[in-house]
């Protein structure tokens, strides 16, 4: 007759038992080494107990709860046999049992949560959108009646259990007071985690689930992160007392946070060695473009810019602290109607991470990061959209339709990959490592090729120096194309046809999250072709007579070599070579070919887009507002007639011709910067 084990008993032989790889007993030698960690956990391995003992994982995926206090029992029990002088510092109160592994109990998805799995171990995963502050809870509460001094203690049995103060059993009516001194308590804070992007169904609203976490796992990860959660499933009272209705809500029992990109994409090595193969293929690298939203006709260099943004050069931290983004950011401006909304859509879609809001419902706190009043009275932090895009895409339609104060928000996020909040008491710093691909349509309906990049979009120019391409999408009047375009759309409907040279979906998303991980360097044959290409353009302007003109910037210099490194990454080489640095020359070229040329000099001037205005047009801004300023002054802050303005202007500047000086006046009138409090007469509202 076969002996039946305890639960005890089967607990006991696993930790006496069990042996690690070098035949050493595992968990007796965590045990023992106990009163010398400071939170007393014992973790165990949930692979090491169905290896073990079948049965006794069953019980543990079944049972948590009971599981785990008989547990804390044996350590105690073993403690006194192998460390019994230092046991005494070591109770069942103070013992931290943390389940881990690969996917301990019931691995499920947040959609699939249901009470069929109540009070049972189960494992998810999802992004963690919300955390609170931490507070404290008594788990082992000792209350004295103020008139008898009678004690009573009270054990929590899980950190959702609520204790109410207790009645004297000798003075029926007189309530007992906590009594602090002999309380046992705990660090506490909730938070909630969110269905991760791929895993939601098309055209649903992300499910999430509300966490308890207690110490020792409180602040193990932070807003934004993907995260895998063990916990018991268990319920939580909504609405009046004497409704019932219940929310399901998890106890942590541990929490990890996962690398962002290794927990979207699992890549095989027989997936590496088709990708590598692929690669050395003639034409690879341009049906790869031709994957990019294949049912869209046309725009090869506009699919080739997303294709690089969605790859990015290399993130680099300095020996001094300084963070160098690798991310590439694309702003597409263009007419209505010319697919803007759905390459946005296509590359969030296969972005191995990617999530597309629309700037018309979109805000600051909804972009970056919220701080939350909670019910009882705490305040959590709430992550937006940028920094659940961490290590991933976050794609903006419509990106003008947003108010000013809200994209204000994006300048940091941008530039710094990080988000910064001080509000409610609460000042953190979250991790935004996100590309921002964005769109914007013109102001008066189509674009105008007269008017400046900033007159033609409604966006401030501090935040478009931000983007490292702007890509200009025009609704061109061809019949040509307009034959292709629509035969291409009636194919793309009815026949395979368009999509019979590109790769799936679901190729893409894998290859992208593959090549992101290449780490590549840059090879002094492409530095120095890249190098040339800067310096001949600031010398073509410097050879001018009396230009101010800038055609490229050190900034544009920094995306050049974004650029040349995403081209690198997508054709799966460690070096960047000429061919690479010839790729990013041309998406240059096309962007300040397109929205730096300035009309009046026929020349490339990025303060165009840097300023708003031709730097040659800034300086002549500059000088009337500073001479009107100057006047200003000397009439004791008095309006200036302006006939007197001009004659001052005339005489101390170079800017001779009265007709330009007068359409200058206008425009600074028309924005804001001067004011006419009486017919003729001007005052300076602000500095320019």
């Not at 060695?273 to 049912?295: Q, T, V």
Request: hydrophobic share 40%; glycine share 6%.
């Amino acid at each position: 007759m076969t002996h039946e084990y305890t639960l005890e008993e089967r607990i006991m032989r696993f930790f006496k038992e069990f042996r690690d790889e070098e035949n050493k007993p595992k968990y007796i030698n965590f045990i023992r080494a106990l009163p010398e960690i400071d939170d007393h956990v014992v973790p165990i391995y949930f692979e090491d107990v169905f290896y073990f003992d079948s049965e006794l994982a069953k019980i543990l995926s079944d049972e948590p709860d009971n599981f785990i206090d008989v547990a804390k029992k044996i350590v105690v029990e073993i403690l006194k046999i192998e460390r019994p002088v230092e046991a005494a510092s070591v109770d069942e109160d103070s013992i931290y049992i943390s389940i881990v592994g690969e996917s301990p109990g019931y691995s499920i998805k947040i959609r699939d949560i249901s009470s069929k799995y109540l009070n049972k171990l189960v494992t998810i995963y999802g992004l963690l959108i919300k955390v609170s502050q931490v507070y404290s809870i008594p788990v082992k509460a000792v209350f004295q009646c103020p008139k008898c001094g009678l004690t009573q203690t009270i054990v929590r049995p899980n950190v959702l259990y609520k204790i109410s103060r207790p009645r004297c059993s000798e003075h029926r009516n007189v309530r007992m007071d906590l009594l602090k001194e002999g309380t046992v308590f705990s660090d506490v804070q909730t938070a909630r985690i969110q269905e991760k992007p791929d895993e939601l169904p098309p055209g649903q609203i992300p499910r999430f689930i509300d966490i308890v976490i207690v110490y020792p796992m409180i602040d193990k990860a932070y807003p934004g992160d993907v995260v895998k959660v063990t916990g018991v499933l268990d319920l939580r009272k909504r609405g009046p007392r004497d409704i019932y209705e219940y929310d399901f809500v998890l106890r942590v029992i541990s929490i990890e946070s996962r690398e962002k990109e290794a927990m979207e994409v699992v890549i095989t090595r027989k997936e590496e060695e088709e990708f590598r193969r692929l690669a050395g293929e003639p034409g690879f690298y341009d049906k790869l473009i031709r994957s990019i939203a294949p049912s869209i006709y046309g725009y090869r260099d506009v699919k080739e810019a997303i294709l690089l943004s969605l790859i990015g050069g290399e993130d680099r931290e300095l020996r001094d602290g300084t963070r160098i983004r690798g991310k590439i950011h694309l702003l597409l401006v263009g007419d209505p109607g010319v697919a803007k909304s759905q390459l946005l859509k296509y590359a969030a879609y296969i972005a191995p991470k990617g999530i597309y809001t629309s700037g018309r419902g979109s805000t600051a706190a909804g972009l970056t990061a919220a701080v939350i009043k909670e019910a009882g009275g705490g305040m959590s932090l709430e992550a937006g959209a940028v920094v659940l895009a961490d290590m991933g895409i976050c794609a903006i339609d419509e990106i003008d339709k947003m108010r000013n104060e809200d994209r204000v928000a994006l300048h940091e996020a941008m530039e710094q990959m990080t988000v910064s909040i001080s509000k409610g008491g609460i000042v953190a710093t979250l991790n935004a490592r996100t590309t921002i691909i964005a769109a914007a349509n013109p102001v008066d309906g189509v674009y105008n090729p007269y008017k400046t990049l900033k007159d033609n979009i409604n966006l401030p120019i501090t935040l478009l120096s931000r983007f490292d391409l702007i890509r200009l999408m025009r609704d061109e009047l061809r019949s040509d194309l307009d034959i292709k375009l629509t035969e291409h759309m009636l194919k793309a409907r009815e026949s395979e046809e368009p999509y019979e040279d590109t790769f799936s979906p679901e190729f893409m998303r894998k290859f992208i999250a593959y090549a992101r991980r290449l780490r590549v360097s840059m090879t002094r044959e492409a530095f120095e072709k890249l190098q040339q290409y800067f310096i001949n353009l600031r010398a073509s302007a410097s050879q001018q007579e009396e230009t101010l003109s800038i055609p490229i910037t050190p900034r544009q210099f920094e995306a050049l070599i974004r650029l040349a490194e995403a081209s690198a990454k997508a054709h799966l080489r460690r070096f960047v070579s000429v061919e690479d640095a010839d790729i990013a020359i041309n998406q240059m070229n096309l962007f300040l070919g397109q929205l730096a040329l300035n009309l009046e000099t026929g020349t490339i001037d990025s303060t165009l887009i840097t300023a708003g205005v031709s730097a040659r047009r800034a300086s002549k801004y500059g000088v009337v507002a500073s001479k009107l300023k100057e006047l200003q002054i000397e009439r004791g802050n008095k309006a200036v007639p302006e006939e007197e303005l001009i004659a001052r202007i005339v005489r101390d500047t170079t800017l001779k011709d009265t007709v330009e000086i007068r359409r200058i006046i206008d425009k600074l009138k028309i924005e804001g910067v001067i004011m006419e409090p009486q017919p003729g007469f001007y005052k300076l509202v602000r500095d320019i």
